[in-house]
């Protein structure tokens, strides 16, 4: 199977890439939203340009990289842990659907992988207990590991 014919939705590898990320990137637009909301409830805002329209520029709290605010810091860090985790496999996604894997390999990575990326960000937000996050942090990296894996052996080395 050539390049182009494995980036179309006939292929049921393909289409599961597409669903999955699309949850993805929703789900980090949800947590977008979330922390916007969070800064406007609390009046923490990292922009002064923010406090002059969201507030009448009293009873706000820090303005810059630290809110001030412990759920504002949360849910952005929540945000940065999307961003270092989601673009990844989007990226090394991609490329496996080009190893050609069965369509029940590759659902169960992506399945596991969407899974444990929107329990992570429940778990983050919802500041539950310790090992929780971590827990499912590590399924997260060992999942994109073995789509890695899969990659590298499918590539000619051309040293």
């Not at 340009?49 to 952005?76: L, M, P, W, Y």
Request: hydrophobic share 50%; aromatic share 12%; glycine share 6%.
């Amino acid at each position: 199977m050539v390049v182009a014919s494995k980036l179309v939705f006939d292929n049921p590898v393909f289409s599961m890439f597409a669903f999955h990320s699309s949850v993805l990137v929703a789900k980090m637009l949800l947590v977008t939203l979330r922390t916007s909301l969070a800064r406007i409830a609390s009046k923490c805002f990292s922009n002064d340009e923010d406090i002059q329209a969201f507030t009448d520029g009293n009873n706000t709290k820090a303005v810059g990289h630290g809110s001030g605010d412990e759920f504002v810091e949360r849910c952005r860090r929540a945000h940065l842990n999307d961003l270092e985790n989601i673009l990844p496999f989007l990226a090394v996604g991609l490329l496996y659907v080009l190893t050609n894997p069965t369509p029940k390999a590759a659902g169960c990575h992506f399945r596991i992988f969407t899974a444990v990326r929107v329990l992570h960000s429940i778990v983050y937000i919802g500041a539950w207990p310790q090992p929780s996050r971590t827990f499912l942090f590590y399924i997260g990296l060992i999942t994109l590991a073995s789509m890695l894996l899969s990659v590298v052996n499918s590539c000619p080395f051309m040293w």
